[in-house]
């Protein structure tokens, strides 16, 4: 698979120690810590790369033609159902270092106005902003997970950690059909970074999954996640050739967890691996394209559409690979990866209501992110902010 036995040993048991597979090259010390990730918000923002560098140039200021004054109107109402005091703690500067805090654990404590303070009326609202900037399966998806985290407090009989309501939201910026502004949501297993600019929108990083992925009991009973992803990236894989998937195919051994994009992993070095695209026929390319659609589709359709083209104009240069095996019940984790997007999915260990040493189907966690200097619409505000720098009409940091 590798070529060589000692580098095939030494991924064995780096997975089997839950360490992601590719080369992550971080110096010594630079790792957030378990807690709040200081070390890692104490860095600059320079974004995903590969090679140890960032690609210039790929993400451009320019009209996609698709309105987002949706998001905006219902921004404005959700800001103005706010008490002095609670919006007091939502709103942050549009380049805050807030927009980096996000985490899946609970480790620190959430700013923003909660769910579970907001009124009736109120995250109505909420929803509204999630909706009009999402697709309805996006939408969806936020609330299962929501009723899910539900469903685990239940399971845990923890409600102080867990609960469909434990979920925050931060706008940065001011609401604008021009100038740069955005969204957040931060809670277990649900972060969505959502930046606008005039009419583009960056919706990365994005964190979504669960445990458990199916409630078979309790108030949420039947609600269940994340299984055409799940099954997706399965298809694909059994859709390659024996040579093909010794390409992709890092390792047959899935024994512990493999995301390495998640919280406080803003500026990590991350190699390509697998299989690239331009190895595939038309009929694989296109179950890779579906594999990507299901995350990018959880967008509204005006934006997915605009960023499934911007992945197709890179799709030669994009990359799936695989750790675990292909049954029917097996465990995997698959990745794709891109100059301009990065997808992953894991089937995870058990965390609550218990703790499992091997990693089960029934916790899942898959991140999207924006490579190359783009996550939270970075790269578009550093080019907007040049672009105004003597415009005096432009107040930016």
Same mark, same amino acid.
């Given at each position: 698979?590798? =070529? ?6 030494? !991924? ?11 080369? @992550? ?10 807690? =709040? ?33 949706? *998001? ?21 500067? @549009? ?30 609202? !909420? ?25 685990? !407090?239940?399971?845990?009989?923890? /409600? ?28 277990? &297993? ?16 994005? /964190? ?13 009973? =039947?609600?269940? *996640? ?23 195919? @890092?390792?047959? *051994? ?6 390495? !994009? ?68 097996? *465990? ?14 894991? &089937? ?5 209501? /218990? ?33 105004? &720098? ?8």
């Amino acid at each position: 698979m590798f =070529g060589n036995k000692k580098i095939w040993f030494v !991924a064995v048991l780096l997975a089997a120690a839950g360490v992601g597979f590719n080369a @992550v090259s971080q110096p010594p010390g630079r790792r957030p810590p378990r807690g =709040g990730g200081e070390a890692s918000l104490s860095e600059p923002f320079r974004g995903i790369s590969s090679g140890g560098v960032i690609r210039e140039g790929l993400f451009k200021i320019e009209s996609t033609g698709v309105s987002t004054e949706p *998001v905006v109107e219902a921004a404005e109402k959700f800001l103005a159902s706010l008490s002095e005091e609670q919006r007091s703690r939502t709103t942050y500067p @549009v380049d805050d270092l807030e927009w980096r805090k996000w985490d899946n654990r609970h480790f620190y404590k959430r700013q923003g106005v909660g769910f579970d303070e907001m009124s009736p009326a109120q995250r109505e609202l !909420a929803f509204d902003l999630i909706g009009a900037s999402l697709s309805a399966k996006g939408l969806k998806l936020s609330k299962d997970i929501m009723k899910l985290n539900g469903t685990l !407090a239940e399971l845990a009989n923890n /409600f102080d950690e867990y609960g469909e309501w434990l979920y925050w939201i931060t706008v940065m910026g001011e609401p604008s059909t021009s100038e740069p502004w955005g969204w957040q949501i931060d809670g277990h &297993h649900l972060i969505i970074n959502y930046f606008v600019l005039g009419d583009q929108v960056v919706m990365s990083p994005v /964190f979504v999954g669960s445990e458990p992925v199916h409630a078979t009991s309790g108030k949420f009973k =039947g609600t269940i *996640v994340l299984q055409d992803e799940q099954y997706a990236g399965l298809e694909f894989m059994r859709s390659l050739d024996p040579e093909q998937q010794k390409q992709s195919i @890092v390792s047959s *051994v899935k024994s512990g967890n493999n995301a390495v !994009a998640q919280a406080y992993k803003d500026n990590i070095d991350l190699d390509y691996a697998g299989i690239p695209a331009s190895k595939l026929n038309e009929s694989q390319r296109e179950l890779l394209l579906k594999v990507i659609g299901l995350y990018v589709g959880n967008m509204d359709e005006g934006h997915a559409k605009v960023k499934m083209d911007e992945v197709r104009r890179h799709l030669d240069e994009t990359y799936f690979s695989w750790v675990g095996e292909t049954n029917d019940d097996s *465990v995997y984790y698959y990745r794709v990866h891109s100059p301009v997007l990065l997808i992953e999915f894991d &089937h995870e260990r058990r965390v609550a209501p /218990f703790r499992s040493s091997e990693p089960t189907r029934d916790h899942i966690h898959a991140v999207i992110r924006t490579p190359n200097g783009n996550d939270y619409g970075k790269d578009l505000l550093r080019q907007h902010i040049e672009q105004h &720098h003597d415009d005096h009409d432009h107040d930016h940091p």
